[in-house]
């Protein structure tokens, strides 16, 4: 019980302490926009909204993890402008302009992360694909109006994680279009959660397809899941050893003990695998195999048509 109680209060403070995470982020972002209005406004076109913009097909895409949340993201420059998309695989992802920076001509400057262009810097729980323009404080200037070669996004994966982003450059103007993302009326998009879940298409309800982000976040998925587990995916792999026999508990047990010698070992040319067994009958020879079998032991092939005759210490090998 006591035990119980000790996992609880544990995963209580987890919780506790990613929310005071978010919210000291928050604050930053509020201080920052009040700053921003004690300083001449760096001039902005009222009513550009960029929250629907959509990424070429061609942006590269970045999976980050933030504690339990995960998101991909999509940076690249065009026409003039920056932009990143943020799109949660699950059914949030905190987003928050204080958890980047921009590395330019060897220093570091605050962002804004802005769904309008005379709208406030975002920092809050992303339940949606946006698309952010990424814009310089007035206090804290960079220029934006070229490509963004190192944005620095601090995530955390038992610790603090740093990934860097690059922006693609694009040609051509932006577009609202929703073809990218946006499923048709008559159909549903489908979640990470609902592959996961095997969802199925009921009778009369919306069919559900999955888009670019969603795909490619299940193969992620699935490949981590390989890599963990290979057995899982029906590959049979070595194992990583992680222990180490003790040389003493060996030695108490082969001491003062007498063994028959069931066989002998011969490394025949230089590769790793290069190595014949002889039983002691000397009625096969078997050669090791690379790779194990679903249980992981050794594989051996057996050579026929080869006689092994022993002479002394010397084992010697014919054919018919």
Known sequence: MKKLLFLWS?????????????????KKVLQYNAL??????????????????????TVNQHFVLYFNESALLYLWYQNGKNFIRVFPTGEKFFTCSASFKVI???IQHRIQLLQKEDGPSFCDELYTPTTFRIAPYSFDNFDDTVPINDLIYKGYVNGDKIYHLSAEIIDGEVSNNNSFQTCESQVLCGKVEDYTKNTENLPGAPK??????????????????????????????????????????VINQIKNKEF???G???????????????PSSLKHVLKLEK?????YNLRWLLING?????????ITFTTP
Do not use: F
């Open 260 to 262: 028959s010698i069931n």
């Open 208 to 249: 559900i397809v999955y888009p670019k982000e969603v795909v490619d976040q299940i193969i992620e998925n699935k490949l981590s899941k390989c890599r963990q587990d290979p057995k899982s995916c029906g590959i049979n792999a070595i194992p990583i050893i992680t222990t180490k026999s003790d040389p003493n508990k």
């Open 306 to 314: 080869v006689k092994a005759t022993k002479n002394g210490d010397k």
């Open 104 to 106: 330019q001509n060897g």
């Open 264 to 278: 002998h070992y011969i490394h025949y040319g230089e590769g790793s695998y290069d190595w014949i067994y002889v």
């Open 36 to 57: 921003q209005q004690k300083y001449i406004p760096i001039m902005r076109s009222v009513g550009d909204i960029y929250s629907q913009l959509q990424p070429p097909t």
């Open 10 to 26: 544990l995963a209580i403070l987890a919780i506790a302490s990613i929310e005071d995470e978010k919210i000291i982020l928050q």
């Open 291 to 295: 790779g194990t079998d679903e249980n």
